[in-house]
């Protein structure tokens, strides 16, 4: 089993910065690809970033390149979500989720385990 556990949200104002933190424990060692996704009131569970744990590749949505960056600290086992120029439509929960195998997936149904979320609020 793999426990995640996110911190780092808050409240900011529009145009402020964020970085979220996910800690990974337990059989890390056989996760290939972590990922974040959000999910704001009535909406679906949509996919913000991931990172390959090995070789670090990234992806990332549309709604989010050039504005989040997404990390990750192997000696830590800590993937880091660094949001720059929050806007109030990133309003959401961010959850950070992991899979065991090597393809990247963008949907949440392919990811393994799953992190209890934490609340982005960002003000207008």
């Known amino acids: 089993q793999v426990q995640l556990v996110e911190s780092g949200g808050g409240l900011v104002q529009a145009g402020g910065s964020l970085r979220l933190s996910c800690v990974a424990s337990?059989?890390?060692?056989?996760?290939?690809?972590v990922g974040w996704f959000r999910q704001a009131p009535g909406k679906e569970r949509e996919f913000v970033a991931a990172?390959?744990?090995?070789?670090?590749?990234?992806y990332y949505a549309d709604s989010v390149k050039g504005r989040f960056t997404i990390s990750r600290d192997n000696a830590k086992n800590t993937v880091y979500l660094q949001m720059n120029s929050l806007k109030p439509e990133d309003t959401a929960g961010f959850y950070c989720?992991?899979?065991?195998?090597?393809?990247?997936?963008?949907?949440?149904?392919?990811?393994?385990?799953w992190g209890q979320g934490t609340q982005v609020t960002v003000s207008s």
């Open positions: 337990g059989r890390t060692f056989s996760l290939n690809t």
């Open positions: 989720a992991a899979r065991e195998g090597i393809t990247v997936y963008s949907s949440p149904t392919r990811y393994d385990y």
């Open positions: 990172i390959t744990w090995s070789g670090g590749s990234t």
